[in-house]
């Protein structure tokens, strides 16, 4: 199980979340943050500092952001697990769902 970012944090990347996770498990894309399931520990320091309540336990994503569960998995694909996300900075693509999205106000 992990957590997963959802549409509320596209186009704000607060970061808080990152500054909170004691595994470095949240990786930035160019408009959303990504938790990786692989290296997330299920801690939940995350969820509560969230300030736009984007993030949420696997089995608690509302319905309507089911599809965020795929996008925080698939969007490891090409990079793997690099072993934490100081390592990679700022990455350079979206998962394909939140690159489409139209800007969020």
């Not at 509320?8 to 909170?20: F, N």
């Amino acid at each position: 199980m992990t957590y997963v970012i959802a549409l509320p944090c596209v186009d704000v990347k607060d970061r808080a979340c990152v500054d909170e996770c004691p595994v470095d498990c949240i990786y930035e894309g160019e408009r959303s943050l990504y938790i990786h399931p692989d290296e997330c520990v299920d801690c939940g320091a995350c969820e509560p500092v969230c300030p736009v309540e984007a993030i949420y336990y696997e089995d608690d994503l509302p319905e309507q952001w089911s599809e965020y569960y795929r996008a925080n998995v698939d969007f490891f694909e090409e990079i793997g697990s690099p072993g934490g996300a100081a390592k990679t900075g700022v990455l350079t693509f979206d998962h394909p769902l939140i690159a489409a999205l139209p800007p969020q106000a």
